[in-house]
T-cell receptor
Framework: NAGVTQTPKFQVLKTGQSMTLQCAQDMNHNSMYWYRQDPGMGLRLIYYSASEGTTDKGEVPNGYNVSRLNKREFSLRLESAAPSQTSVYFCASSWGRGNTGELFFGEGSRLTVL | AQSVTQLDSQVPVFEEAPVELRCNYS??????LFWYVQYPNQGLQLLLK??????LVKGINGFEAEFNKSQTSFHLRKPSVHISDTAEYFCAVSEGGANNLFFGTGTRLTVIP
């Protein structure tokens, strides 16, 4: 049972380069989320998709774009990477609104921007 | 606005000793409360949650937490820790009807043999 799968697990970019983080879930969940985790700051929500076809900004959306490709997949794109985007990125999913149910997390994608 | 405070960034404790990880939140409306655990190089997984009802909530691996509305706290406890409990623990809160979970900064629990 794969759950939430993120790719790549590790990536090094130079400032100004672009990349896309991929996320897929096989639990038929409606909602999907992208968080970033930074030392001493916990997890902060970047974007979420409450259901297929919708996306909304979270706490820290600047510098990112997302696409809910279908019910299973939710990608995060950095158009022009900056050193401040060095972080560990987590994708998560839930049955519905995340505030009443359990979020299922992927194993994370560690991104370094030089 | 919501916020979550985990005052202790690191908690070392000897094996088989009890532990309490503290969490306080601020919100002007009713909230849902969660504790997640993150083992090294893994994603987060749910330990327990409080939505309504009994203020004492039991979770996996022998952990429990108590919701105290007057003190706006949701402290996590375990009467006897094991080496395998070494991990980072995150408290999270959301307001009813909102999509976002707000996470605390985490508490790293280290169990010493």
């Amino acid at each position: 049972n794969a759950g939430v799968t993120q790719t790549p697990k590790f990536q090094v970019l130079k400032t100004g380069q672009s990349m896309t983080l991929q996320c897929a879930q096989d639990m038929n969940h409606n909602s999907m989320y992208w968080y970033r985790q930074d030392p001493g700051m916990g997890l902060r929500l970047i974007y979420y998709s409450a259901s297929e076809g919708t996306t909304d900004k979270g706490e820290v959306p600047n510098g990112y774009n997302v696409s809910r490709l279908n019910k299973r997949e939710f990608s995060l794109r950095l158009e022009s990477a900056a050193p401040s985007q060095t972080s560990v990125y987590f994708c998560a999913s839930s049955w519905g609104r995340g505030n009443t149910g359990e979020l299922f997390f992927g194993e994370g994608s560690r991104l370094t921007v030089l | 606005a919501q916020s979550v405070t985990q005052l202790d960034s690191q908690v070392p404790v000897f094996e088989e000793a009890p532990v309490e990880l503290r969490c306080n939140y601020s919100s002007s409306v009713s909230v849902y409360l969660f504790w997640y655990v993150q083992y090294p190089n893994q994603g987060l997984q749910l330990l327990l949650k409080y939505l309504s009802g009994s203020t004492l909530v039991k979770g996996i691996n022998g952990f429990e937490a108590e919701f105290n509305k007057s003190q706006t706290s949701f402290h996590l406890r375990k009467p006897s820790v094991h080496i395998s409990d070494t991990a980072e623990y995150f408290c999270a809160v959301s307001e009813g009807g909102a999509n976002n979970l707000f996470f605390g900064t985490g508490t790293r629990l280290t169990v010493i043999p």
